[in-house]
T-cell receptor, first 118, second 110 residues
Framework: GESVGLHLPTLSVQEGDNSIINCAYS??????FIWYKQESGKGPQFIID?????DKRQGQRVTVLLNKTVKHLSLQIAATQPGDSAVYFC?????????????????FGKGTKLSVKP | EPEVTQTPSHQVTQMGQEVILRCVPI?????FYWYRQILGQKVEFLVS????????KSEIFDDQFSVERPDGSNFTLKIRSTKLEDSAMYFC????????FGQGTRLTVV
């Protein structure tokens, strides 16, 4: 359920180290997942996505891993930089059968705050 | 790089007043969304729009809310009679596969 006055889990890493941010998603029928980065006062910024028929996808300095067995998603950031400091959200989409033309809406996780120490 | 743009960036309104939040989605996208984020909380789905009609809506999206695509570029969210608890960041998004978000409108209801 939702929480009022949410306290975000925080991950604190040293600049140059690798970061791993984890997310548990809720619906086993979800077929598409996205990681977003949100800096203070800004909108969610698309980082990387993965479809449910894959278990790993790599981007520039980022890797997303998907474990459908335990409904777990992770984001790995290599050589973390101060500019990576932000709140990271995973989002899942499960297909909607009843509405013609709908992709299904994105359901966001609670977020993890990444703090990078220089 | 194409982006979703939202106006205004900040809107202050009195309780009971109507507000219209505006969005210009990415031009070749077909799916449009409104989300909101109450301060310090997670992003919540409000409504999705495809082919000139609502395709899904959440329980937050009650009769006080409406969406419109009045022309080929704009996508608007209207709140008819704002309440204090409508104060939040409102994000528009558009997608072809992945959803791309605008920078949001901060709505403050006083």
């Amino acid at each position: 359920g939702e929480s009022v006055g949410l306290h975000l889990p925080t991950l604190s890493v040293q600049e140059g180290d690798n970061s791993i941010i984890n997310c548990a998603y809720s619906n086993s029928a979800s077929d598409y997942f996205i990681w977003y980065k949100q800096e203070s006062g800004k909108g969610p910024q698309f980082i990387i996505d993965i479809r449910s028929n894959m278990d790993k996808r790599q981007g520039q300095r980022v890797t997303v891993l998907l474990n459908k067995t335990v409904k777990h998603l992770s984001l790995q950031i290599a050589a973390t930089q101060p500019g990576d400091s932000a709140v990271y959200f995973c989002a899942e989409r499960f297909p909607v059968r009843n509405y013609g033309g709908s992709q299904g809406n994105l359901i966001f996780g609670k977020g993890t705050k990444l703090s990078v120490k220089p | 790089e194409p982006e979703v743009t939202q106006t205004p960036s900040h809107q202050v309104t009195q309780m009971g007043q109507e507000v219209i939040l505006r969005c210009v989605p990415i031009s070749n996208h077909l799916y449009f969304y409104w989300y909101r984020q109450i301060l310090g909380q997670k992003v919540e789905f409000l409504v999705s729009f495809y082919n000139n009609e609502i395709s899904e809506k959440s329980e937050i999206f009650d009769d006080q809310f409406s969406v419109e695509r009045p022309d080929g570029s704009n996508f608007t969210l209207k709140i008819r009679s704002t309440k204090l608890e409508d104060s939040a960041m409102y994000f528009c998004a558009s997608s072809d596969t992945g959803a791309f978000f605008g920078q949001g409108t901060r709505l403050t209801v006083v």
